[in-house]
């Protein structure tokens, strides 16, 4: 069962009690408990690369050589090196990328679809234009394994390959300004303010594939189903599930490290990893307090305690300013306190950043102390409205 499969360790759980003050000796003493990470350094440890890399500035390289010999044809020369380098983006998204791209970069997902439709080979061959067959990523490659946190090195050096491959771009852009004719200048701004930055922004894509997966957020859940909210007395100390949650924590920070004696890890990569995670907590304090069907004054109390520990402990790993997902759980939780006419309002201003089942939640909760199942239908109905509306 879960309760067996997730046994809170005593020795950590009593080091999280003793950690929930925050004065300077116990902060420095949670520091302690964290897994070293090694950082990259790029003057100390170079580009992240790979030999694919490599190769493709070098023909980048004789692309720019070409461009200054046949100055006729240098557009059709830039037009390629475009593509060389949309088609390492690809393969890239191909290989690493989450499937959520549409709804979490839909700026991204067009580019990419742009990509596949011009130069990746279909089924149906092009009568005009490139059929390059679509990149296979090599059996070697394993992004199934929990231990290795689902590809993490590999996930890197690919991702980090890219973002260097697109800084060359930036170092060349007056070259290529004064090599085209300016009519076609069009083409390479657009190059330039547009896919060169879409594919800084594939790394969430990629490393989202990572965040998702790397704590057992639907374990955690479970744990949360099980809190009996309505309770009569103040808890002084957090649900169980918080301390499974630290130590889950703990494990994805172990793994990171580990990661880290391969390849180290760039400080904007670490954060970026840190923050999707934290925000896919936040998911799960929002899924597990939005299932609760009876919650007193004291249980929304014992919420407010299980959520403040989580956040005081982050600082443990990271320091996210803003912390994601922070504000929508206290603004929930809050909700709670509202009284029968506030809550009308609050459901109105806020009901984009809730799903149904969260906003019926915090109805039937606030609306059960008072007894009066006429005003919970009535605030039922205005949520089904305004979902349905948007």
């Given at each position: ?8 360790d ?18 420095s ?14 003057s ?13 500035l ?10 200054d ?19 390492y ?10 499937t ?10 067009q ?6 439709s ?10 005009s ?21 689902f ?6 050096i690919?991702t ?12 060349w ?24 930055p ?5 790394r ?40 499974v ?12 490290s ?8 760039p ?9 999707l ?6 998911h799960?304090?929002?899924e597990?307090?939005?299932?609760a ?5 004291e ?7 299980d ?24 603004n929930f ?8 006419a ?13 799903s149904?089942k969260?906003?019926?939640s ?23 409205e ?5």
């Amino acid at each position: 069962g879960i309760n067996a499969e997730y046994g809170v360790d005593e020795e950590l759980k009593q080091d999280f009690v003793e950690d929930g003050i925050t004065d300077s000796d116990k902060n420095s003493k949670r520091k302690k408990m964290t897994s070293k990470v090694t950082f990259h350094n790029s003057s100390r440890d170079g580009p992240i690369l790979t030999n694919t890399t490599l190769n493709v500035l070098r023909y980048l390289g004789k692309y720019m050589l070409m461009m200054d010999s046949l100055k006729p044809i240098a557009f059709d020369v830039l037009l390629s090196m475009s593509q060389l380098f949309e088609y390492y983006m690809y393969a890239v998204y191909m290989f690493f990328g989450s499937t959520n791209v549409e709804s979490s970069n839909p700026r991204l997902a067009q580019l990419l679809l742009k990509i596949q439709s011009t130069i990746i080979a279909a089924d149906e061959p092009r009568p005009s234009g490139i059929n390059i067959p679509a990149p296979q990523v090599s059996d070697l490659i394993n992004l199934h394994d929990a231990q290795n946190l689902f590809g993490l090195k590999e996930r890197l050096i690919a991702t980090e390959s890219l973002v260097f491959l697109a800084s060359q771009f930036d170092l060349w852009k007056e070259y290529l300004d004064n090599q085209i004719p300016a009519d076609k200048l069009n083409f390479l701004n657009q190059f330039y303010n547009q896919t060169l930055p879409l594919s800084r922004e594939l790394r969430e894509a990629v490393y989202s594939g990572v965040a998702s997966k790397a704590m057992s957020y639907s374990a955690i859940l479970q744990l949360m189903g099980n809190v009996k909210w309505d309770i009569k007395e103040l808890m002084s100390d957090p649900n169980s599930y918080v301390y499974v949650m630290l130590q889950e924590m703990d494990a994805m920070q172990q793994k990171i490290s580990s990661v880290s004696t391969f390849v180290p890890i760039p400080v904007e990569v670490y954060q970026m990893i840190w923050s999707l995670s934290v925000g896919e907590m936040c998911h799960v304090f929002l899924e597990g307090f939005g299932s609760a069907r009876k919650c007193t004054h004291e249980g929304r109390a014992w919420m407010q305690l299980d959520f403040q520990q989580f956040i005081v402990q982050l600082d443990r790993f990271i320091t996210i300013k803003p912390i994601p997902g922070k504000e929508v759980v206290e603004n929930f939780i809050k909700a709670y306190y509202l009284t029968e006419a506030d809550l009308e309002q609050w459901l109105r201003e806020n009901y984009m950043s809730y799903s149904s089942k969260q906003l019926n939640s915090i109805i039937n909760c606030t609306t059960a102390q008072f007894s009066k199942m006429m005003q919970r239908s009535r605030l039922s109905g205005i949520v089904d409205e305004l979902i349905k509306k948007s």
